[in-house]
């Protein structure tokens, strides 16, 4: 079983320039959730979809970040423009419902300069 | 809202020994319970989950923790650490739709 994909691994920018992320999550999951993991911290909840409807995106700073997941299936992440405190890890996952198990992808790293 | 601390942002032992990480949780309701695993540059693994079944959960790579309701506690063990063991260890706690991350503990396993 394909495992949850996320395009590009590592990406540098400078600030206020745009970025976009791109996750794929696996087969048949319904809901899918993406974190920002700054350095030496836990993940932290950006936005939660269930299928192609936004769950939780309480946490979602919307004055620079946008999401979408216009098909249910995969889904883009936006930063527009960036700041020097957006340098993260961004962490896409997928669950078949909400409370079951999250599997997490890889992860996209930003270097804002 | 729930939250997570972990006790310790970095643990050190020594191959072979016990490895103790420790995991206080806080939740208005019964939680669900997670402990995640993170090597270098890859995305988190899930060692294992307590749903309000048995105390004792077993997971992956002889891993176990016991969820103590009275000491909202959810410690991770294992009797004998390992090179590969090595990594990022981060414990989450689950309410409704909603999960949280504590800080992390990093293990390092000395030869």
């Known amino acids: 079983e394909a495992g949850v994909a996320q395009s590009p691994r590592y990406k540098i920018i400078e600030k206020r320039q745009s970025v976009a992320f791109w996750c794929n999550p696996i087969?048949?999951?319904?809901?899918l959730y993406w974190y920002q993991q700054i350095l030496g911290q836990g993940p932290k909840l950006l936005i939660q979809?269930?299928?192609?409807?936004?769950?939780?995106d309480s946490q979602l700073p919307k004055d620079r970040f946008s999401a979408e997941r216009l098909k249910g299936v995969d889904s883009t992440l936006k930063i527009q423009p960036a700041k020097l405190e957006d340098s993260a890890v961004y962490l896409c996952?997928?669950?078949?419902?909400?409370?079951?198990?999250?599997?997490f992808g890889p992860g996209t790293r930003l270097l804002v300069l | 809202a729930q939250s997570v601390t972990q006790l310790g942002s970095h643990v050190s032992v020594s191959e072979g020994a016990l490895v103790l990480l420790r995991c206080n949780y806080s939740?208005?309701?019964?939680?669900?319970l997670f402990w995640y695993v993170q090597y270098p540059n890859q995305g988190l693994q899930l060692l294992l989950k307590?749903?309000?079944?048995?105390?004792l959960v077993k997971g992956i790579n002889g891993f176990e923790a016991e969820f103590k309701k009275s000491e909202t506690s959810f410690h991770l063990t294992k009797p004998s650490a390992h090179m590969s063991d090595a990594a990022e260890y981060f414990c989450?706690?689950?309410?409704?739709?909603?999960?949280?991350f504590g800080a992390g503990t990093r293990l390092t396993v000395k030869p």
């Open positions: 087969s048949g999951h319904a809901t």
């Open positions: 307590y749903t309000s079944a048995a105390t």
């Open positions: 996952a997928s669950s078949l419902g909400v409370q079951e198990t999250q599997y």
């Open positions: 939740s208005s309701v019964p939680p669900y």
């Open positions: 979809f269930q299928n192609n409807g936004v769950v939780d």
């Open positions: 989450a706690v689950s309410e409704f739709n909603d999960m949280r």
